[in-house]
């Protein structure tokens, strides 16, 4: 449920997580009112206001808890997105530095790269789907290979060629960061006390007694619309790569384009084959 609402457009996903609970909310004075009545209710309003204030700040620390921890999640995806298209475009300056055929190889492999990240991966972790991204796997042994070739078979700066094995690596991690923050960062366990608190505290409501049954129900609509609103922000931001909020593959793509603008606008091999 919470990889459909992942991936739903977001007022959809608000629709569902926000609206239809807030509905069912304003239902919960009505039924409590029809079984137990007010004179019972307003006799327990001190007590029960000094019990709903303890739940409510418990509930409130661990919400913007789990709201800082999906963010920074974010946060860094966008960072490693752009510290992987930094270390691409810094082999293709290095590339020009190794010789021409050796080079043009690794430029090639390079751009055979970032061409199936950009159609492959992204889709794939925006489905939850990493089987499907093999080939963007053997783009990069490809690009090793092209890498290993030119120190065997040139007498190259060997500063040089460490230089493009160390943002050979800068990608190979990116890549696995994102591909294992695609996966989302809130634990199930976490998930459920995040809505087993909010279905506790807004319930906590129900048992208030209010002279205006309406007032009262306002205000527990107005609980719940707050409580899901935050809830929505964690689920559309807790898988990085899915859903309508989400890091897209721009900087691989502007890296890409700044490549074929270099090259005169020659589609990398792997471009010609699709």
């Not at 960061?177 to 976490?190: D, H, M, N, Q, Y």
Request: proline share 4%; charged share 15%; glycine share 8%.
């Amino acid at each position: 449920m919470l990889f459909y609402l992942t991936t739903q457009p977001l007022w959809v996903s608000g629709a569902i997580l926000v609206g239809l609970t807030t509905v069912l909310a304003m239902l919960g004075p009505y039924l409590v009112r029809r079984f137990v009545t007010l004179d019972k209710l307003t006799t327990n309003n001190e007590i029960a206001g000094f019990k709903f204030a303890t739940v409510g700040v418990l509930y409130a620390v661990l919400l913007a808890f789990a709201i800082i921890v999906v963010w920074q999640k974010f946060t860094e995806a966008e960072t490693t997105v752009a510290q992987e298209a930094g270390a691409a475009e810094t082999v293709y300056r290095l590339s020009y530095g190794v010789g021409d055929q050796p080079g043009a190889a690794l430029r090639n492999a390079l751009s055979n790269y970032l061409s199936a990240a950009v159609a492959v991966d992204w889709p794939a972790m925006d489905q939850g789907k990493m089987q499907a991204t093999r080939p963007v796997r053997q783009a990069l042994d490809g690009l090793y290979a092209a890498t290993l070739a030119i120190e065997s078979s040139e007498r190259t700066n060997v500063q040089l060629i460490s230089e493009i094995l160390h943002q050979l690596d800068i990608i190979t991690q990116a890549r696995r960061i994102r591909l294992v923050a695609s996966e989302g960062t809130v634990p199930g366990v976490v998930w459920m006390v995040l809505f087993g608190g909010a279905i506790l505290t807004i319930v906590f409501t129900f048992f208030f007694g209010a002279r205006s049954l309406r007032a009262q129900t306002l205000m527990t609509a107005m609980l719940s619309v707050l409580i899901f609103s935050e809830l929505l922000t964690i689920v559309a931001i807790d898988r990085p790569f899915s859903g309508i909020v989400k890091v897209g593959p721009h900087a691989l793509a502007d890296v890409l384009a700044d490549f074929r603008a270099t090259t005169g606008g020659a589609p990398a091999p792997a471009e010609k084959n699709r």
